[in-house]
């Protein structure tokens, strides 16, 4: 019998240089869309999928990660004081349950396999799910990406990742994978190639930065020397379990915003507002308006 997808790791120990002077003292996790930190929009997919337990890796200055998922009395006692009982239940929803958070550092920038390995004995030896805060993925049908790769992973087990499709002419940039043989809602993976040459990808399926993993991953991990970049790249270790386990891949049905850059950060930001019906109307005519001033 598989074991079901109980944890999550979400590394969060980047420096976000790309948001400077923001990111200065606020973790670019930490910025928001809308009204909500990029970092709680992923908290929220994972939970929604059944997670249970969520470890975030995380570095110097991170703290207000922690203390965002921590609960505030004071705050808590102001709101219940002057009757915002709709705000106090937002806090209450969004604050993960005492013991299902645990926060561990990645000391050195070493890249995402040695984020991933920083996890390892709180994983321990099961499943677990693995989503970088920066993507944001908006689901057409509703379902988190997540839910959909745990609902293929019950039929598959091994392990799974999220691609999604991208110009063909800008498949040199990404994660690539090939496919193959169908397996319910997912397709067994035959290759994967991390950023191709123009002209050689094997097809035009990015992964998406959602990943489900077996805990055979951090023996492979612990032996990986440093790759491209001079980091511990997660894409070699999956590449040598590939020899011996399955991978399959769930194509994301929806929208993905890269949250690590300016322009995917305001795609969300607008992708967003207009996907909330308490705002959506209102920002439609500022939005309007901002565009004919220009």
């Not at 606020?26 to 470890?55: C, F, S």
Request: hydrophobic share 40%; net charge negative.
């Amino acid at each position: 019998m598989r074991k079901p997808i109980r944890k999550a790791i979400l590394p969060v120990a980047g420096l976000g240089t790309r948001f400077l002077p923001a990111t200065k003292a606020v973790p670019k996790e930490m910025l928001t869309v809308v009204d909500r930190p990029v970092v709680q929009h992923v908290v929220d997919e994972a939970r929604a999928a059944g997670i249970e337990h969520i470890v975030f890796v995380t570095g110097r200055n991170k703290a207000v990660i922690e203390d965002h998922f921590d609960r505030q009395f004071e705050l808590e006692r102001t709101l219940q004081e002057r009757g915002k009982l709709k705000e106090l239940e937002q806090l209450d929803r969004d604050t993960p349950k005492a013991g299902t958070t645990s926060f561990t550092r990645q000391q050195l920038p070493l890249g995402l396999g040695h984020a991933v390995w920083c996890a390892r004995d709180i994983i321990g030896d099961e499943p677990f799910a693995l989503l970088l805060p920066d993507m944001l993925h908006m689901a057409k049908d509703g379902k988190g990406c997540l839910a959909s790769m745990v609902e293929a992973y019950d039929e598959t087990g091994g392990n799974v990742l999220a691609v999604y499709e991208v110009p063909e002419d800008q498949a040199f940039q990404y994660g690539i994978v090939g496919t193959g043989a169908v397996h319910g809602k997912a397709h067994a993976i035959t290759q994967m190639v991390e950023k191709p040459k123009p002209g050689t990808a094997p097809s035009n399926l990015a992964i998406s930065g959602r990943y489900i993993l077996q805990p055979t991953i951090f023996d492979l991990l612990a032996k990986q020397g440093q790759g491209a970049g001079g980091e511990i790249q997660l894409t070699d270790s999956m590449l040598k379990l590939k020899e011996s386990e399955p991978f399959y891949a769930v194509t994301f049905d929806g929208a993905i915003y890269d949250c690590g850059s300016k322009i995917g950060f305001l795609m969300a930001n607008v992708a967003y507002a207009l996907s909330r019906p308490d705002i959506e109307d209102e920002f439609r005519v500022a939005l309007g308006q901002v565009l004919e001033r220009k």
